[in-house]
């Protein structure tokens, strides 16, 4: 795609903002309410579906096969609908195989298995290029808003799924299950190709010089390793990893921390992720408010912008390390607000600086990048929150009480998010290798709507 190619407006931002909405829709039904009737209705062990999600997570390595796609066919939108239509066929069977674990377990978790590798197709290939397409078509001034859009809505997609779905499922039948499946799963490939229908028009027209048909097609692995040695790409691959780690290791055991050390009840403890929550989408809200009027004029505003969410993160994780150790006199609620505030900033200024990044170095290859990000960014999730569980388990055998075990995990989880606050101010130092790669864009142009 041309890099003069016209900019969107709000309303195409918000048009792509709608695939997350419908990817959301999706992913909270495989990932949440499957997972719900396996344990309860099913009565199967937790770990059947924690390891289904972390297997669709190790699927969506193949993002950046996925990203190169788009890169030399020069267009992202079949990319993501295709996607999108393999995400809902992904759905839909993970919801028969569920359905086929009541009477022949062994034969639906093994569909299952098959089911959630569709998904991960699915996701890994409509999300890379959804973020490739929002990298090369929004103003620089609008990065920060535009990722704050897209994954606001992406949350509102979980919420209104979980609102809508969950009234539909009752009474509860696995029959019901399924057609509740369908229905969501059709709907939201439905709502994400009226979203990107026509919205490359024009810009696709002209494709860069490595996209033309009369061009030699680099090979994939070729791609891979020129990505690989442009040291902004390699830097933010690490940095990605090692914040994302830190993000999602402490998913799985906040609300056993509020019931083990708080003696928070289960809807108590699920009020307080609410909580938590909130900070995120405020977080969010304000980085895209700040992104917008204020680092359009202010050169490095994402980097710093990165590691500051960083650097908050880390310190919200080491006061609920505090926390653990204080015990029910510390303000848990106050605690868990600021760690989803400095959560949200974080993620939005993170995913802004990836989307700015997207675009610099080789013209055309702005879909393997993502695919590169998005892959080490899965990897991460897919570790994070069995690593985090893990190592709770692990403390409480060697601590002599569990506030200590909790409070060694948190602690660790903030020295992690140092680190990747040292990583995030690394990403935007010049090298030798830099020299070589265009200059970070910093203008705006007029949108186009």
């Known amino acids: 795609m041309k890099a003069d190619a016209p900019y969107l407006g709000w309303f195409g931002v918000f048009r792509l903002g709608l695939v997350q909405t419908a990817l959301g829709a999706i992913v909270v039904l495989t990932t949440s309410t499957l997972n719900r009737v396996m344990v309860v209705e099913l009565a199967l062990p937790a770990v059947l579906p924690g390891a289904l999600v972390g297997w669709h997570y190790a699927v969506q390595m193949s993002r950046p096969r996925w990203g190169y796609g788009s890169d030399m066919g020069g267009a992202r939108t079949p990319w993501i609908i295709g996607g999108m239509a393999t995400l809902g066929l992904g759905a839909i069977a993970a919801a028969g195989a569920t359905a086929l674990m009541e009477s022949a377990v062994m034969t639906g978790v093994i569909a299952a298995f098959v089911a959630f590798f569709v998904i991960g197709v699915g996701v890994g290939a409509a999300g890379t290029n959804l973020l490739a397409l929002l990298a090369t078509r929004t103003a620089p001034s609008r990065k920060a808003a535009a990722a704050a859009i897209v994954w606001i809505m992406m949350i509102f997609g979980f919420v209104l799924t979980a609102g809508v779905a969950g009234q539909m499922l009752d009474p509860f039948t696995m029959t019901r299950l399924f057609i509740v499946t369908c229905a969501v799963s059709a709907f939201a490939v439905a709502l994400a190709s ?39 790409a390699r830097r933010f691959t690490v940095f990605v990893f090692v914040s994302m780690l830190a993000y999602s290791a402490q998913d799985l055991i906040l609300e056993p921390f509020a019931g083990l ?65 204080v015990g029910t006199s510390w303000p848990l609620q106050l605690n868990v607000f600021t760690l989803g505030l400095s959560n949200g900033a974080f993620a939005v200024a993170a995913i802004g600086s990836m989307m700015t990044l997207a675009s610099a170095g080789r013209e055309g290859r702005e879909g393997t990048r993502m695919g590169v990000w998005g892959a ?17 388990d692990a403390t409480r055998v060697i601590f002599a009480d569990v506030s200590s075990a909790f409070a060694f995990v948190f602690g660790f ?31 705006d142009a007029l949108p186009a709507e």
Request: hydrophobic share 50%.
């Open 413 to 443: 989880e903030g020295l992690m998010f140092l680190l990747a606050a040292v990583l995030a101010a690394r990403v935007g130092r010049t090298s030798a290798d830099d020299m070589k790669l265009p200059a970070m864009p910093t203008g």
């Open 261 to 325: 050390i708080y003696g928070y009840t289960p809807g108590e403890s699920t009020k307080l992720a609410g909580v938590q929550n909130g900070g995120v989408l405020l977080g969010m809200i304000a980085t895209a408010i700040v992104g917008t009027t204020i680092g359009k004029s202010r050169a490095g505003f994402m980097r710093v912008w990165t590691m500051g969410g960083c650097v908050a993160s880390a310190a919200s994780l080491i006061a609920l390390s505090v926390g653990a150790m």
């Open 376 to 392: 080490s960014q899965a990897i991460a999730f897919g570790l994070g929150g069995f690593l985090g569980a893990a190592a709770i």
């Open 194 to 232: 009226m979203a990107v229908w026509n919205i490359e028009k024009g810009a696709a027209a002209s494709p860069p010089q490595s996209q033309k048909a009369d061009a030699p097609k680099t090979p994939f692995r070729e791609a891979i390793a020129e990505i690989w040695n442009e040291s902004q």
